[in-house]
């Protein structure tokens, strides 16, 4: 069994913290597209980039096809002016799927096209002393919340004067703790953690000089949040897609802040019997924490590529992280394994070699996931219909 390269932890905190200080909710994304694209520079790793910004490398392999993505997101959640207001505040609407109750009292950037003015997303009714227990009363929704900026604007026309208009975008502080216990908690860890983890594996990769089975091309995404991610990302001969985000831990849910996820199955459907289990059992053999679970409320790039017709098999990791889309907390135990076993998988053989090519004509090569003899008939069997009938024009 091959050894794998140790992340190098420092180097994981050190990216994830510079790119929690870039905004980059979806559509807002250039400047961390810029980052990333630096920190692969640095480390030996050629890309490209789509239209769009979503990056594309490549690690050679012994052999270039059937070859895989692992893809992880670079954009986040945040919001958009959605409408200017006579008394200076902003109405707001969301980018990407998230509650306005995690947005209240949030400190924020509102970008226009010249400038940065910072400001506060407090909800309609938010004085106690003016307006007592209605505060309590008002309904959770964006719809009940505005945005008072830190500039003088008492009327639309100040905000106008000032190059305020609808359709800038809001960043959310990403308020980032490392704490002693090994905890980190932030906004936005959705997906900028995966990325630092992806990142530190693949440096770990490269200067170990281990030498992949398999062409590998690692994806960063800039449209996950609002459900494109990697559509239109995939090179045509990837027969192998593995998504890396987020694992909710909560209630009901099997997935923990100190080990990795492989989820069997989120909204879009299960992910591939066979490619899922090879990551299970790459985990088994490298000793590495790792849960099962479901996401039922959860989309993912993985989702995205086959939604757009690819035809891959496709398969989630996930570190696992309390409160996503909100407040959210992780622990560099689940970082370190999500790292160790996306190093595990990128230097592991394909599923199946015979990938590269439709199975034409023939069965020989088709995959299966029990023996014919393993899928026994029930003892209990139904009679043939023929048996229950009398005879024509007759009676039993």
Request: hydrophobic share 40%.
């Amino acid at each position: 069994m091959q050894q794998l390269p140790e992340p190098d932890l420092e180097y994981l905190r050190k990216v994830l913290l510079e790119m929690l200080a870039i905004p980059s909710p979806t559509g807002f994304t250039d400047t961390i597209v810029r980052y990333v694209a630096e920190r692969l520079e640095e480390i030996g790793i050629p890309f490209e980039l789509t239209r769009r910004g979503t990056i594309r490398a490549t690690l050679k392999g012994k052999q270039s096809s059937p070859d895989r993505a692992v893809s992880t997101h670079l954009d986040t959640i945040g919001a958009i002016v959605r409408t200017v207001q006579d008394n200076g505040r902003l109405g707001l609407a969301p980018v990407g799927t998230w509650s306005s109750r995690f947005a209240e009292g949030s400190r924020v950037s509102l970008f226009t096209e010249t400038s940065v003015i910072r400001g506060s997303v407090l909800p309609l009714l938010a004085s106690g002393h003016a307006f007592n227990t209605e505060v309590d009363q008002l309904p959770i929704s964006w719809d009940h919340v505005e945005l008072r900026l830190d500039a003088y604007c008492a009327t639309r026309a100040d905000c106008e004067s000032l190059g305020i208009a609808v359709g800038d975008f809001v960043a959310f502080d990403p308020l980032p703790e490392f704490t002693e216990s090994g905890h980190i908690s932030a906004r936005h860890l959705d997906d900028k953690a995966g990325v630092a983890a992806l990142l530190a594996s693949l440096k770990g990769i490269v200067e170990s000089g281990a030498e992949l089975e398999i062409d590998c091309h690692p994806l960063f995404t800039v449209t996950e949040e609002v459900g494109s991610g990697a559509a239109a990302a995939l090179h045509w001969d990837v027969s192998e897609f593995v998504g890396v985000d987020i694992a909710p831990v909560a209630q009901g849910q099997a997935s923990s802040e100190h080990t990795v996820s492989v989820a069997m199955q989120d909204s879009g459907g299960p992910h591939d019997y066979h490619l899922s289990r090879q990551l299970l059992r790459l985990a088994r053999e490298h000793e590495i924490p790792v849960r099962r679970d479901l996401f039922r409320y959860y989309h993912s790039d993985a989702q995205s590529a086959v939604g757009a017709g690819h035809d891959v098999r496709t398969a989630l990791l996930a570190f696992g992280c309390d409160a996503t889309h909100g407040y959210e907390r992780t622990h560099i135990d689940s970082l370190i394994a999500l790292s160790r076993l996306l190093s595990a998988y990128m230097l592991s053989p394909p599923v199946f070699a015979s990938d590269a090519q439709p199975a034409q004509g023939s069965l020989d090569r088709f995959s299966h996931q029990l023996e014919h003899d393993a899928q026994m008939a029930s003892d209990t069997q139904v009679p043939a219909v023929d048996s229950l009938l009398g005879p024509r024009g007759g009676q039993r």
